[in-house]
């Protein structure tokens, strides 16, 4: 386990980003009572989840990365897409599902208001893996989005 931060100011701030063991970059987030810890980088291409949107999509709550609008359940960090019944017929039906998971999700553990996060250690490859490599801190550091001109 690995120590966060006070359950307080995480509520407070909303999001916080840590890197947990020296390993890893997560994203702990506090959204309608509930704490969620998952990758910090998107599962696609390394978009900044601190700076995604939660929205609920047929009732599962997810994060949705600013770059290209990819959205990941908190619960379960699995990719959801809009697929269509048949694109023959109008109007078009659509619903949501899943890819299977795709981003990784870690256990938040409260304990007298600290938070803990515990890494999923499970040896089965996600595909945010690839993000949590040193080349890759490297690079989303350095795309960070430039801050908008007054005007």
Request: charged fraction near 25%.
């Amino acid at each position: 386990m690995h120590f966060i931060g006070k359950k307080a100011d995480i509520v407070k701030a909303g999001r916080v980003t840590q890197r947990v063991n020296g390993c890893r970059d997560v994203l702990v987030l506090y959204h309608q009572g509930q704490l969620y810890a998952l990758d910090m980088l998107c599962y696609h291409t390394g978009g900044p989840l601190q700076n995604g949107d939660i929205e609920e999509f047929s009732g599962q709550l997810c994060i949705v990365c600013p770059w290209h609008k990819y959205k990941i359940t908190l619960a379960e960090g699995e990719g959801l897409y809009q697929a269509v019944d048949d694109p023959t017929v109008r109007p078009l039906r659509t619903h949501w599902r899943s890819k299977g998971v795709k981003q990784r999700i870690h256990k938040v553990t409260e304990v007298s208001g600290d938070v803990y996060v515990t890494l999923n250690d499970s040896s089965e490859a996600i595909e945010s893996d690839v993000y949590q490599t040193e080349k890759h801190r490297t690079v989303s550091i350095n795309v960070q989005p430039k801050p908008k001109p007054k005007t």
